[in-house]
């Protein structure tokens, strides 16, 4: 079992309609990592958790430390927000573990 | 503030030959980690250097190495390709507090 767990690992929506990632984890972490990888390469970090919500623009990330669990959201998605989407965690010894992604492509 | 730059941005090598990528952080910091990303593997950690000495190492084979300069620029070497090296090779500098910022990474193809 990978020690990140992504859902899902393909999405597709709608221009506008409401989006959600989810990441779940089986190690301890200092903090979790989302991140937005397009095509041709690029990766850009959106947020850095170690407990509760952060909300920049259009995305919104939480996590529960307890349950082991962030989701990031995307309100009112558009066709450039099409990406990969990655979480990653960073455990007790500054690694990093990275899920799988979530492929997302949102449709206009 | 200039982003993290790495070079080259395309490279191609035969089989046998040897490697080296750079990667310049962002000023002041001083934590610099590579990953390699190819469509089977995903995202795999490489290495972590911080202050010119390597905090962690992935499980990649002594064909894979790096080095940290005083300046925090990193290098990252590969000898003795191989087709299966051909890969995007990313590098992200961190400050600790505020996450990671990546380069465009380096493309590298083995033929």
């Known amino acids: 079992k990978n020690e990140v767990e992504q859902s899902p690992q393909n999405l597709t929506a709608q221009e506008g309609e409401f989006i959600t990632i989810n990441c779940s984890y089986s190690v301890g972490i200092s903090a979790l990592h989302w991140l937005q990888q397009h095509p041709g390469g690029g990766i850009v970090s959106l947020f850095m958790l170690s407990s509760g919500k952060k909300k920049h623009g259009r995305l919104i990330a939480t996590i529960n430390i307890q349950e082991k669990h962030s989701s990031l959201h995307i309100t009112a998605s558009h066709p450039r927000d099409s990406a990969v989407y990655i979480c990653a965690v960073m455990d007790s010894n500054y690694q990093l573990i990275w899920g799988a992604g979530t492929k997302l492509i949102i449709k206009p | 503030k200039a982003g993290v730059t790495q070079t080259p941005r395309y490279l191609i090598k035969t089989r046998g030959q040897q490697v080296t990528l750079s990667c310049s952080p962002i000023?002041?910091?001083?934590?610099v980690s590579w990953y390699q990303q190819t469509p089977g593997q995903g995202l795999q950690f490489l290495f972590e250097?911080?202050?010119?000495?390597?905090?962690n190492k992935g499980n990649f084979p002594g064909r894979f190495s790096g080095r940290q300069f005083s300046n925090s620029r990193s290098e990252m070497n590969v000898s003795t390709l191989e087709l299966g090296d051909s890969a995007l090779y990313l590098c992200a500098s961190s400050l600790g507090i505020d996450g990671y910022t990546f380069g465009s990474g380096t493309r590298l193809t083995v033929v």
């Open positions: 000023s002041g910091h001083r934590s």
């Open positions: 250097y911080f202050s010119e000495t390597q905090r």
